[in-house]
């Protein structure tokens, strides 16, 4: 017993010194990480009970850090959901040429996708539109002079290198890209992901489809309402699709890479689809609480710092392992959230506006949570005043890079550059435009309502070692069962994360002026004020 006294000596003692230096050893925030993350709570998929209780866990420390209430239910806003699952013994796909009709394997030529509720029967030519892209503000048209009228669009993902990717990514997103190929009078779309930038291997991808899908209950909110078929080819096996065209993937893909606009063409084949689709309801719940501020006029104003809640649930199992824990994913941001909120309440943090912790539910599910908060706001809409998103920030080596999505997008990105800078933390914008990723989190919903937002995130050089371990989890672990408590954290280093998030907080919450969006920022066009 003895030299454990004396431990505790030493640490209450050397703790004091810390805690003036304010360096952080992430202990409490994997605390909450090993609790979400846990087995117990079943990977938190939407609409679950282990989601309701990861919800329950993060109210409950809401109210204990004395924050005021800010759901529709004490801190509980309930969101309802519509569930989608493909029977895919009662579904077929196939190719016809010439006459001749060629079955496809479902989950290995490729899948039916529920993201979009698909019709019971589609019957249609294709057209292989490029990127997919029509895009006013950079003259850019991928469907010009084609015939595209009851067709499907087959596209290669991502866009030109001449194109800005806040840009290419915005009319990627699901319902942007809908409302481009209903505009060609298309019915539906086969999307093949570029191999050189897929985040997991196919069959994970695969394995993957058999998650059930959901779309927001409330009416108005499916953003690809009409779109009749929505299906992803495996790479791989693209060339089924190009057969007789006289082009081949491979080709495509070469241009792709050089960043060129890719040829336009309608192909040989036609698609034949067949779905049976299983239907149900679900309730899954977003969290919000309020740090008040201080200032009697700013207090009014609210800097949002956000974070998704769910994850994938149970699924196939991958070495043996069918728990999708989501530690990483993103039970590190949640815990971040609960870490920060902490930190203010410990440390008595005045700031002048408000901070609102909005814990999401339905990312997994395609943004679904934040897209019903940011339609649903439990504050005035015009009063939110900024995003600050984590999704997955990989704490897996010391914290020397940050990478900001939305860097050069808004005022936010330049408060992000001063905190990180007096960190001695250097700053860097999406190092890998083409994966999309500012549109792939939540912040994209409050962008979308004209608040800017950046999501950040570890960084890393290209080519150093921090990049190959950052690769490697992608591979191994981003939505795998192996994403769990038992993979190697640097927890120093998310503690520092998360005193920076809270010092941008701070930063942004004290700022005389309310964060706008840069003049030339894409995304300003949302703005309503
Ligand atoms: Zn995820």
């Known amino acids: 017993m003895k030299p454990k006294i004396w431990i505790v000596a030493c640490i209450a003692f050397l703790g004091s010194t810390l805690l003036a230096e304010n360096v952080p050893d992430g202990a409490r925030w994997w605390s909450y990480v090993e609790f979400l993350a846990s087995d117990k709570l079943e990977g938190r998929n939407t609409g679950s009970e282990g989601h309701r209780q990861a919800a329950e866990f993060v109210a409950k420390q809401f109210e204990r850090e004395g924050l005021t209430p800010a759901g529709e239910k004490g801190y509980i806003q309930p969101v ?28 290995e030529d490729a899948y039916i996708g529920t993201r979009v509720d698909p019709a019971p ?18 003259d850019y048209d991928d469907f010009a002079g084609l015939d595209t009228r009851g067709k499907i669009a087959v596209y290669l993902g991502g866009g030109p290198s001449s194109m800005s990717s806040a840009i290419a990514a915005h009319y990627q997103s699901a319902g942007q890209r809908w409302a481009t190929l209903k505009s060609a009078g298309m019915i539906g ?10 985040d997991i291997p196919w069959p994970r991808i695969a394995s993957n489809r058999f998650q059930m899908t959901m779309q927001l209950a409330a009416p108005g909110m499916d953003e690809t309402a009409g779109e009749q078929i929505a299906i992803t080819w495996n790479p791989a096996h693209a060339d089924e699709l190009f057969g007789g065209s006289g082009h081949t993937f491979d ?18 084949a036609k698609l034949k689809a067949k779905t049976l689709v299983k239907r149900g309801q679900v309730e899954s719940q977003n969290i919000a609480a309020i740090y008040p501020g201080s200032d009697p006029k700013l207090k009014s104003e609210y800097i949002v710092m956000s974070a998704h809640i769910d994850h994938l649930g149970i699924g196939n199992p991958i070495n043996w392992d069918s728990i999708f ?5 993103n039970a590190s941001g949640v815990a971040a959230v609960l870490d920060v909120a902490d930190h203010f309440k410990e440390a008595n943090v005045k700031t002048k506006r408000s901070v609102l912790f909005v814990v999401v539910t339905g990312e997994e599910k395609g943004l679904l949570g934040s897209q019903y908060y940011a339609s649903n706001p439990t504050v005035p809409a015009k009063s939110i005043v900024a995003d600050i998103n984590t999704d997955m920030f990989l704490p897996l080596y010391p914290l020397k890079i940050l990478t900001v999505y939305g860097l050069d997008e808004s005022s936010l990105g330049d408060d992000t550059r001063a905190v990180a800078q007096q960190m001695g933390i250097k700053v860097q914008p999406d190092p890998e435009p083409v994966r999309n990723v500012f549109i792939r989190s939540d912040q994209y919903n409050f962008v979308r309502r004209g608040i800017p937002s950046v999501k950040v995130d570890f960084g890393f050089e290209r080519g150093s070692k921090e990049a190959a ?28 994360f998360n005193l920076l998030v809270g010092r941008l907080i701070e930063r942004v919450a004290d700022a005389e002026a309310r964060p706008a969006w840069k003049p030339n920022s894409f995304f300003r066009r949302y703005a309503t004020n």
């Open 251 to 268: 080709e495509l893909v070469t241009e792709a890479e050089a960043g060129k606009q890719l040829p336009r063409f309608a192909l040989l």
């Open 80 to 107: 309802k959901f519509n569930t989608l699952q493909l029977d895919e013994s009662k579904s077929s796909l196939s190719l016809e040429r010439n006459g001749k009709e060629q079955a496809m394997r479902l989950g």
């Open 189 to 198: 779309a086969v999307a093949i992901p570029n191999p050189h930038h897929m």
């Open 469 to 496: 371990i950052e690769k490697k989890w992608l591979t191994e672990r981003y939505h795998a069962p192996s994403d769990d408590v038992n993979q190697p954290v640097d927890k120093q280093a998310a503690g520092t």
């Open 121 to 138: 029967a589609v019957e249609a030519g294709l057209v292989f539109v490029g990127y997919g892209l029509r895009v006013p503000e950079s």
């Open 325 to 329: 824990n989501g530690a990483m994913d």
